[in-house]
C-alpha cells in the first residue's frame, strides 16, 4: 500500500530553534500534501496544505512564517518550525491523497513527529 | 457549531458485542466520509470510506451514510480488545482530488474483555 515517511519520529529542541520535519512519499507522487498539528486529547487541526512547485496554503490563525512549508518535489515535503517556543509543543502528522488508487481512497498519514521545546 | 462532531466518549463496549460511534456534519457540499483509527501516540489509520447513502460493509466494520440528515456511523461488530482507540470521523467536499479533511475530535473507545 501508499506509505508515507515522516522524520524524525520524535525531537526534543531547545526553545527558539528551528526544526523541520520530512514527509516522503515512497511509491506514489503526492502533489499535495497536508501538514495537521494534535495537542493531547485534540483532534487533528489542519495547519496548511502544501502543493509542489507552488506556495502552500496556510490555515487561518497559522503563521506562515513561523511553520514553512517547502513542497520541493513530487515526492518530498518539509514543515520547519522556526523560532520555537514551548506552545508549539505537539504532534505533527503529514498526509497525503494516492490518486493513483483511484479518486475514492482515503488519505494516508505519516507515522508523525512528536516535537517538544523545552 | 462545530463542522464535525462526535461524542467524545469514553465509549465501553463489552468484548464481543457491537460498538457503535456516530458523527454529525454541517456542511451539506460534504462528498466523502472517513473514519479514521487513531491509538496513542500513533497517527490515524483508515478503516472505511464512504461517499453514497446507505450502509458499506468490510469485515466487522459497516458504515452508514445519510446526507439528507448529515448523519454518518460506524458500527464494529464482535467488538475485540485491540478495537480499543480514538475513532475519528472525517469529511471532505470533493469526491477526488485533493481537498483537505475536516476531523470530528474523535470518540474514545474502550473494548472491556
Known amino acids: 500500500g501508499a506509505v508515507v515517511s515522516q522524520h524524525p519520529s520524535w525531537v526534543i529542541c531547545k526553545s527558539g530553534t528551528s526544526v523541520k520535519i520530512e514527509c516522503r512519499s515512497l511509491d506514489f507522487q503526492a502533489t499535495t500534501m497536508f501538514w495537521y498539528r494534535q495537542f493531547p486529547k485534540q483532534s487533528l487541526m489542519l495547519m496548511a496544505t502544501?502543493?509542489?512547485?507552488?506556495?502552500?496554503?496556510?490555515e487561518q490563525g497559522v503563521e506562515k512564517d513561523k511553520f514553512l512549508i517547502n513542497h520541493a518535489s513530487l515526492t518530498l515535503s518539509t514543515l520547519t518550525v522556526t523560532s520555537a517556543h514551548p506552545e508549539d509543543s505537539s504532534f505533527y502528522i503529514c498526509s497525503a491523497r494516492v490518486s493513483r488508487q483511484g479518486p475514492r481512497h482515503g488519505y494516508t498519514f505519516g507515522s508523525g513527529t512528536r516535537l517538544t521545546v523545552v | 457549531q462545530k463542522e464535525v462532531e462526535q461524542n467524545s466518549g469514553p465509549l465501553s463496549v463489552p468484548e464481543g458485542a457491537i460498538a457503535s460511534l456516530n458523527c454529525t456534519y454541517s456542511?451539506?457540499?460534504?462528498?466523502?466520509f472517513f473514519w479514521y483509527r487513531q491509538y496513542s501516540g500513533k497517527s490515524p489509520e483508515l478503516i472505511m470510506s464512504i461517499y453514497s447513502n446507505g450502509d458499506k460493509e468490510d469485515g466487522r466494520f459497516t458504515a452508514q451514510l445519510n446526507k439528507a440528515s448529515q448523519y454518518v456511523s460506524l458500527l464494529i461488530r464482535d467488538s475485540q480488545p485491540s478495537d480499543s482507540a480514538t475513532y475519528l470521523c472525517?469529511?471532505?467536499?470533493?469526491?477526488?482530488?485533493?481537498?483537505?479533511?475536516?476531523f470530528g475530535t474523535g470518540t474514545r473507545l474502550t473494548i472491556i474483555p
Open positions: 502544501s502543493n509542489e512547485g507552488s506556495k502552500a496554503t496556510y
Open positions: 472525517a469529511v471532505s467536499r470533493a469526491n477526488f482530488g485533493n481537498e483537505k479533511l475536516t
Open positions: 456542511d451539506r457540499g460534504s462528498q466523502s
